[in-house]
């Protein structure tokens, strides 16, 4: 309940005082901090796999899909499922 409390209190002040230039700067420094942690804990997931090319095949793509169609992380994820499992079925066979 308390991080859920943070977040809204945080985005109640950013709708209040959006215009204001210093919380213009920290939420922009926040925002590359956890762009930062967020690359970081994928290429932390993504190295036990690092001998796998078909893994790093997929992650590199669902990236590519992510930049240039800029949509959200989990309908990428829904969209490449299937391509996914089709292509783990065929390297078993």
Request: aromatic share 4%.
């Amino acid at each position: 309940m308390l991080p859920w409390s943070a977040d809204l209190a945080l985005g109640v002040l950013r709708l209040r005082y959006s215009q204001a230039p210093l919380l213009r700067h920290v939420l922009g420094g926040v925002s590359a901090a956890a762009a930062g942690l967020l690359i970081a804990t994928g290429l932390r997931l993504l190295l036990p796999h690092r001998r796998r090319p078909l893994v790093i095949g997929l992650a590199v793509l669902v990236l590519v899909v992510m930049v240039f169609s800029r949509l959200p992380l989990p309908i990428v994820l829904l969209a490449l499922l299937p391509l996914s499992i089709a292509l783990s079925a065929a390297r078993r066979l």
